[in-house]
Structure formats: structure tokens, C-alpha cells
DNA sequence: ATTACTAAGACACGAGTAT
DNA sequence: TATACTCGTGTCTTAGTAA
């Protein structure tokens, strides 16, 4: 089964509600969706079960199919580039979100990275993190186009006896004001709908930001960074 | 050529930017993408130009290929329908966009199709029509959404002489504020990124709206209208 | 009813090669 | 060098049918 065959047959099940909840289908059913047979509805449903891509339940009635985890990944990145392929060549992308508290964590591990933050963004991160809380399809967007930049990667070191690992930053635009980074922990399962910003100053108090005011952070392409 | 081939082929065209121009490509690289062979890969963007989906010029050192209008709306439709799989069920869609004023033919139309309007919507429109300029992205999106729920259709009619043609409504809420219809024009060639919207009341007024305000319509499913 | 196995057939793929 | 043709090969599909 090939790549396309996976995605449409995603696709299809996306279409019908597979991303949030389980639904009832038959194989000859999909097989009309898809174009295809009942015979290989039946295959490629195994496949994508076996893939993990689609949890699946029998029943008397037929199966019950929900594109997993890993599917949604999946077609979540096709869905990203698509996006990204159809924003117009030169605009910029912006990413749209809210302020919320962090943990505060961020204050510490920026001040035991600050140097070397300066070697790579050329500026002295103030000693915080402004946490941006974004929607899944801002989210999306956002990793995508990043992920296209190649990153500025920060590695990790020991320090005190501890061990800090790599962390990726992405030059942003934060309010079309102030430039920083947001930084992404590898050795956290960050969470996905959360960034962390960092900047030469303390963002909150420099544009009067309080918590759920809404920020936008406008990825700067590595080319154009300063 | 199976449906999923062509979309991943044009997918993987507009990755590379052949939404916007031309781009320079060998058979070969396009194998090399798609995980084919060079001879397939000829035969694949062979049957997209056949098809319409791709316009090509042969040049020394590989092909020229474009992603034509007939392309664009295959995978916008993909896109749409994979925007809207992604939105949790019960969210609602909500489009951004700024307020324009348009040619002012807009009130006479309104005038004409009144009573068909207060019979399909509920209310007797406001002689004028609120036009907003949405960004293709939200275009792609409410245009998607929309055509997922059946459309109000008003149908043509004469008067005077005149011809009338059919309108689609769509219910919408302004501003999270009134309950209002965007209307579609079947006969013209309307532009995809305006949107008119009518409403028992004057919305520039009533919500004291300018040009290049930004308004939200939040569109309204069919069975939960009023 | 379903899903899914088997086997025969269709057709897509790619090596070789023409242009 | 390109693209694209022919054709042998192999894979994927589907009909029939089992479970």
C-alpha cells in the first residue's frame, strides 16, 4: 500500500468524523467512498490498522474505525504543508495566541542557557518565558513553517552535575514589535499547543501584555534574521 | 491514474511552489519526490496536463510546470475538507474579515429579492448589503463549511423583464451579535473573496462598522437556525 | 449480515531504448 | 541531456467463497 492510498483513505475517514470520536462503517461502504472494492476496502483498512494509523473494533454490524494518534499526526502534517503551499510566497505567517503563566521554570533554565542563547540569536534572553497558549490550527501552521526554516539548535550541555539537552529555537516577531525566539525543549514532552517565547526583555511588561491578552508571533524566515 | 495519485502529485508540486509560478523539474526529481520511477513520473504529469490539473512547457533541461486554476481548486478542496475534518464537532467556524464597501448595486438586489428572502430567511433584509473581505484561507474554509450544510436556495424569478437568477443563503451570525444571511449570487461571477451579507437591520449602523473593520461571521448550522 | 482468504486476472510499474 | 514509448514482469485488484 502506498503513501496516497494511506492518506486518502485518512482522508476519507476524516471526512466522516474518524479524528474525533468512532464511527460505524462497513468495508463495502468505504469501498464506495474510496472507489474500490469491498475486498480491498478490507485490505487497506488492515493495513492502516496494522500501521497504527486506525484503531479498529468489531462488531456485528460492521467495524467501528478511529484514526489514532499516529494518524492524525499523519494527515495533520499533509494538512500543514498544504496550508503552508497555498499562503502566497512572501507573506509572512503569522501565529496567532494567548498569554498565559507558565509554570515558572522557564525563568531558570533560560538564565542557565543565556549565553549560549546570545551565540546563536545574538541577544541576551531576559530571564523568563512569555508562554503563548495557540489553537490546534495555529499550532499546525506554525510547526510546519517552522519545521521548513532549518532550526537554530542550541545544544545541550552539563552544568552542576545536571544534563541539558538541545533546544531548538525559531526567530519570531512577537506584536510585530519586539523580535525573539520561541524555543522548544527536545528533552520535554513540551506540549504541543504551548510556545515558549523568549526575548532581549521582559515581553510583559515591554508590551503591556497580561495573561489571555493576544499576542502574534510572526516566524521570521532564518535568511532574513538579523 | 487513481484519485490519491494525482493529489499526491499535485501536493507535491505546490510543495515545491507551483501554486504561485512555474517551477523547473526533471522527471526524474519528480520520481525521486513521489518514490517512482522516472518512466511513471513522466506518465503521471502527462495525465495531470491531459487532465487539466497542470499546465507544462518542455524546456532543455526539464519541464516547466504550473498547478492551473483547475489544479488549485482540486487540492483547495482537499484542503478545505481536511480544515473542516480537523475542527472538533459542535466548534463553531467562525470567518474573519474587514469590511469594504462595495458598488453599491448591492441595496437594489436586496430591494428585488426582498419578500423571497423574508420567506426563506425569516426577515425582511435591510435594503444594503454588508460586503466582507475574507482572506483565501478563510474563504477556503467558510466556502468548505458551507457547502457541507444544504444551502437556502432562493430561487430566480422575473420582474419587470428583468431576469432573476437563483441566490444561496447562508445563515450567519455577525458579530456574535445578529443573525444575518450571506448571500451568493448563482448568475455572476462573483469574486470568491467577498461575501455579502444581509440582515434585518442596517450592520454598519447597528454594530457601527467602518471600512476595513474586522468582522466575524459565525456560521450558522442549518438545523440549529432559527 | 459481516470480514477476509484464495486464485485468476488486470493493470501499473520500470528496464530498455527511441526521439 | 531531456521526455516518453514498448513490453515483459510483478503487484494489486477483484470475483468467488469461506468463516
Redesign the pocket.
Known amino acids: 500500500?502506498t503513501t496516497p492510498?494511506i492518506w486518502f483513505t485518512l482522508y476519507s475517514l476524516a471526512r466522516k468524523g474518524a479524528l474525533h470520536r468512532s464511527i460505524t462503517?462497513?468495508?463495502?461502504e468505504l469501498g464506495g467512498v474510496l472507489g474500490?472494492?469491498?475486498?480491498?476496502a478490507?485490505?487497506r483498512?488492515?493495513y492502516c490498522v496494522d500501521e497504527g494509523f486506525v484503531a479498529r473494533t468489531?462488531t456485528?454490524?460492521?467495524?467501528l474505525l478511529q484514526i489514532t494518534e499516529r494518524g492524525r499526526r499523519e494527515l495533520s502534517e499533509v494538512l500543514g504543508e498544504l496550508e503552508i503551499a497555498f499562503v502566497p510566497p512572501g507573506d509572512e505567517i503569522v501565529i496567532r495566541g494567548s498569554v498565559t503563566h507558565g509554570l515558572g521554570e522557564g525563568a531558570y533554565y533560560v538564565e542557565v542557557y543565556a549565553t549560549r542563547f546570545r551565540e546563536a540569536l545574538g541577544f541576551l534572553p531576559f530571564s523568563g518565558t512569555l508562554n503563548v497558549i495557540i489553537r490546534e490550527e495555529e499550532s499546525r501552521k506554525a510547526t510546519t513553517r517552522m519545521r521548513q526554516s532549518p532550526p537554530l539548535i542550541v545544544h545541550g550541555f552539563s552544568y552542576e552535575g545536571r544534563t541539558f539537552g538541545d533546544v531548538i529555537c525559531y526567530r519570531v516577531k512577537v506584536d510585530n514589535a519586539v523580535e525573539g525566539a520561541v524555543v522548544i525543549a527536545q528533552r520535554t514532552h513540551h506540549s504541543e499547543n504551548t510556545l515558549e517565547v523568549i526575548a532581549p526583555y521582559d515581553l510583559r511588561e515591554k508590551l503591556g501584555l497580561e495573561d489571555e491578552d493576544i499576542v502574534e508571533l510572526t516566524v521570521i524566515p532564518l535568511h532574513m534574521a538579523t
Chains 1, 2 share one sequence.
Open positions: 500500500m492510498d462503517i462497513t468495508t463495502s474500490i472494492s469491498q475486498q480491498t478490507s485490505r483498512i488492515s468489531h456485528a454490524a460492521g467495524m
